[in-house]
């Protein structure tokens, strides 16, 4: 069926440096790729998405990438700070209204 | 403008007993998604409504959990009896009627559920 595998499960990374978080779907239908962050006891926001008709998409120092062949997307967040910590979630989107998520990344942003 | 809003924040009850969550989507959002969240895990949809129409039930447990959006707004999501293996975070979003192909989903904070 429909899956999204997320890799890895935890992070851990120095202030300054970048994080990768990088998620495979199954489904070829997939056409929206949503991430959101979700910080302990808060609600998830989206923080940045793309859609299949561009490879990447930057916001300041956040970006994704889309590699529509491979069946992959990635997150990368440049010059991390404290803030950045956070449980992060891939997800894709096979229809216009459903979402499947990935497990989730753990972040830690070590000052 | 006001984000969606759940109540209550966190529940603790007894196995065998009933549970309701109540969501308030953002005004003018007309499609209302309940979410399960286990505990280090991504949301998994329950049940997503059109309007007051439940258009994708099919991941709900019916035999204990039911929900309604009456008036195509605000919705109850129920649990009886609840199991041990409820205890979750239920996560109610909405979203407007997505133009393009494409929507985004805004969360509300959730429901924390205990069951002992």
């Known amino acids: 069926g429909e899956n999204v595998e997320q890799h890895p499960s935890t992070l851990s990374v120095q202030e300054g440096d970048s994080a990768v978080i990088k998620c495979t779907y199954s489904?070829?239908?997939?056409?929206?790729f949503p991430w959101y962050k979700q910080e302990l006891g808060k609600r998830p926001q989206l923080i940045i998405d793309?859609?299949?008709?561009?490879g990447e998409k930057k916001d300041q120092r956040i970006a994704v990438t889309l590699n529509k062949t491979a069946k992959h997307f990635s997150l990368h967040i440049t010059e991390t700070q404290p803030e950045d910590s956070a449980v992060y979630f891939c997800?894709?989107?096979?229809?216009?209204?459903?979402?499947?998520f990935g497990t989730g990344t753990r972040l830690k942003v070590l000052a | 403008e006001a984000g969606v809003v759940q109540s209550p924040r966190y529940k603790i009850i007894e196995k065998k007993q009933p549970v309701a969550f109540w969501c308030n989507p953002i005004?003018?959002?007309?499609?209302l998604y309940w979410y399960l969240q286990n505990l280090g895990q991504g949301p998994e949809l329950l049940i997503r409504?059109?309007?007051?129409?439940?258009?994708?039930d099919s991941q709900l447990p019916k035999d204990r959990f039911s929900a309604e959006r009456l008036k195509g707004v605000d919705s109850t999501l129920k649990i009886q009896p609840a199991e041990l293996g409820d205890s979750a975070v239920y996560l109610c979003?909405?979203?407007?009627?997505?133009?393009?192909?494409?929507?985004?989903?805004?969360f509300g904070p959730g429901t924390r559920l205990t069951v002992l």
């Open positions: 793309i859609r299949s008709n561009v």
């Open positions: 005004s003018g959002h007309n499609t």
């Open positions: 489904d070829s239908a997939s056409n929206y």
């Open positions: 979003a909405s979203s407007r009627t997505p133009s393009g192909g494409w929507n985004e989903q805004f």
């Open positions: 409504y059109e309007n007051e129409e439940a258009v994708d």
């Open positions: 997800a894709a989107s096979p229809g216009t209204y459903k979402y499947i």
